[in-house]
């Protein structure tokens, strides 16, 4: 009897205090039409029922694997352990919240196998909230226009792992815009690629998504790594707009203490935006707590 084929595809899934989504983000990773992959789930020290669900799954189905880190370590680094773990040829991630479109892999693998030249495939999106309710179709740019004015590659996205190879793993310093600083990297070596057959994945909306919990340290990551390569002024205004932004998102929050926190760095920055001042004076007198 022939052994199984080794996995073309792995699929690592970081997670730290995600037990409420994990189990259909990994039923959505069972569910492919492409067999040929391997889900490697990263427990980032996690203090809830996360590493129990993962080792059910690994249990139910061998192409599920578990590593369980010691202390927490952050998304950068339960990325890192995955990959340097994959046995994929192709590698691609998934939020502990979001889910795969059951022709996902498919979708990628095909795309990627027929243009041998390109490092990395993206895709569309769905938009749903807590309860799976659709909301939206999030449609990508074309690869020349992915990242004006930002990051437009999104949560969908296999590469190969030449890139890992090539430009090595994801940096802690800019967990929560840690995939923007790894494409703008990866971009200076390979070639990206559109899927165009159909949204491949469903982004869920909800209050406790890492990407609004840690909204202004993302704004400011994203700005540092715009700002790598600009001098002088032309940096420091980057990076005060990071600053801005990110006291922005707090106030929006209701954290009035850490926006004008990050208003005063956004002055020390580049004081010449009065919308630093509009903004200073409008939380100094608001009654936000």
């Not at 990407?211 to 002024?233: D, L, V, W």
């Amino acid at each position: 009897m022939s052994a199984d084929p080794p996995p073309r595809v792995s699929i690592v899934v970081p997670c730290f205090k995600g037990e409420r989504f994990l189990g259909e983000a990994l039923e959505s990773c069972l569910g492919q039409s492409y067999e040929r992959f391997e889900v490697i789930v990263v427990d980032d020290a996690s203090p809830d029922r996360y590493g129990e669900i993962a080792e059910a799954f690994a249990a139910r189905d061998p192409r599920v694997r578990v590593i369980r880190r010691a202390g927490n370590g952050g998304i950068s680094v339960a990325f890192n352990d995955g990959f340097a773990n994959a046995a994929g040829e192709f590698f691609t991630r998934l939020a502990q919240d979001d889910l795969f479109m059951p022709e996902a892999l498919a979708w990628m693998v095909e795309t990627l196998d027929s243009h041998p030249g390109a490092g990395l495939v993206y895709c569309d999106e769905h938009h749903i909230d807590e309860g799976g309710k659709a909301l939206g179709i999030y449609h990508k740019p074309a690869p020349d226009a992915l990242f004006d004015g930002g990051h437009k590659v999104g949560l969908c996205v296999m590469w190969r792992r030449e890139v890992f190879e090539k430009i090595g793993g994801f940096d802690s310093r800019f967990d929560a815009a840690e995939d923007y600083d790894y494409w703008q990297r990866a971009r200076g070596h390979f070639r990206f690629v559109r899927c165009t057959k159909g949204v491949a994945l469903a982004q869920r909306l909800h209050s406790g998504m890492g990407s609004r919990e840690f909204s202004a340290r993302q704004e400011i990551a994203a700005a540092q790594i715009r700002a790598r390569g600009a001098t002088g002024a032309a940096r420091r205004r980057i990076l005060a707009g990071g600053f801005f932004n990110a006291a922005w998102n707090e106030a929006s929050q209701n954290r009035r203490r850490a926006a004008l926190s990050h208003l005063a760095a956004a002055w020390c920055q580049w004081p010449f935006d009065a919308r630093i001042y509009k903004t200073f004076i409008r939380l100094l007198f608001s009654n936000r707590t």
